[in-house]
């Protein structure tokens, strides 16, 4: 059975959680169709501000609840973890259509947060306005990296590959010591997840940290940079377009 009693505990790979993600890849597939469709015409800049206005809105709504006293916890919600930095950004980069807002959108998007939509963890199930809040935030966030790539044609290019890992590091070099003053672990910077995750095969504090970042910059490169600039090589010169 689909549906969850409410308060009852998500598990992935149910047939709720294959739903979700039927959802999500039919979302991806009309992303690309509606930007590509209307990406030059007068249309596109209304439809998609509307878009960003609407996934900003929940956004902060649920950022609002989850700061209530009950919903989660102060000490748990703040949005500093990068999949949360994605959500603003996502909602940024379609407002503005910015290449570097987009790469974020697209590099975080498309790894870390796509990750959570595969394998979420969840105490709370459908109907639970958290379930809702988690699955839109997240879905969002991947439908907008799709659009704005694929769609609209805001390419990456190893320049903001670069920007990329920049304000990467930016994040932890503000998110470490406040982890470290206010005592917790967002990103999982001061200490490893208590539970069982991947992390754990990548050794003790701080070399998971190194060997996790190796990785992801490596994914980033490899899968979500290379292909894009071998295929605007071998295009024709007259139909490539300039890099930003």
């Known amino acids: 059975m689909i549906p969850l009693a409410s308060g009852e505990r998500f598990e992935a790979w149910t047939g709720q959680h294959l739903l979700v993600l039927a959802f999500t890849a039919a979302g991806v597939v009309a992303a690309v169709w509606w930007g590509r469709s209307h990406r030059d015409t007068p249309r596109e800049l209304p439809a998609r501000r509307t878009a960003a206005a609407l996934s900003l809105l929940v956004i902060v709504g649920m950022q609002v609840y989850w700061l209530t006293p009950g919903a989660r916890g102060a000490s748990s919600s703040w949005p500093l973890q990068l999949s949360d930095v994605a959500d603003y950004t996502a909602a940024y980069a379609m407002w503005t259509r910015g290449p570097r807002s987009t790469a974020f959108t697209y590099y975080v998007g498309l790894s ?133």
């Open 112 to 244: 870390l947060t796509l990750m959570a939509v595969l394998t979420p963890s969840l105490a709370f199930g459908f109907p639970d306005i958290r379930w809702f809040g988690f699955w839109i935030r997240h879905i969002v966030v991947v439908w907008a990296a799709v659009y704005l790539t694929w769609g609209l044609g805001i390419r990456p290019t190893w320049r903001f590959y670069r920007t990329t890992i920049l304000a990467v590091l930016v994040w932890a070099a503000i998110v470490y010591p406040f982890n470290r003053v206010a005592g917790t672990n967002y990103g999982f910077l001061v200490r490893p997840p208590p539970a069982s995750t991947p992390l754990d095969l990548f050794g003790p504090w701080p070399w998971y940290l190194l060997v996790a970042a190796a990785v992801l910059l490596t994914l980033w490169a490899a899968v979500y940079t290379l292909p894009w600039r071998l295929a605007v090589r071998r295009q024709p010169p007259e139909r490539r377009t300039p890099r930003p």
